[in-house]
């Protein structure tokens, strides 16, 4: 997603905030306002290593599985977050999608 468009997504976002959602809808808006705010591509480049299959390994899990975080909008399971939190230093929760920084 372009800067240009994460801007906007967000400002329709915090429009969408002021309306006070059901509690559901909301963790969902949060959920996807972590989502835009801290896409898997930006955590996965916080781990060492020169390839997608390097960073797999260390992470855990196959290339294929990289590839679909980063461009299908999956995100790992409360064990693969864990794994990735103790290479990147960002919580957990974050990776998982369910906290806004």
């Known amino acids: 997603m372009k800067a ?12 969408l905030r002021r309306t006070k959602p059901e509690p559901g809808v909301l963790a969902m808006m949060v959920h996807i306002e972590n989502m835009i705010k801290t896409p898997m591509t930006v955590i996965l480049n916080k781990v060492q290593g020169n390839s997608l ?11 294929q599985t990289l590839y679909a975080w980063m461009h299908h909008g999956s995100r790992p399971n409360t064990k693969q977050a864990k794994r990735l939190e103790e290479l990147t230093g960002i919580s957990a929760e974050v990776i998982r999608g369910k906290q806004v920084k």
């Open 4 to 15: 240009e468009n994460r801007k906007e997504a967000l400002k329709a976002i915090t429009a």
């Open 53 to 63: 299959n390097h960073k797999a390994r260390l992470i855990g899990v196959s290339r």
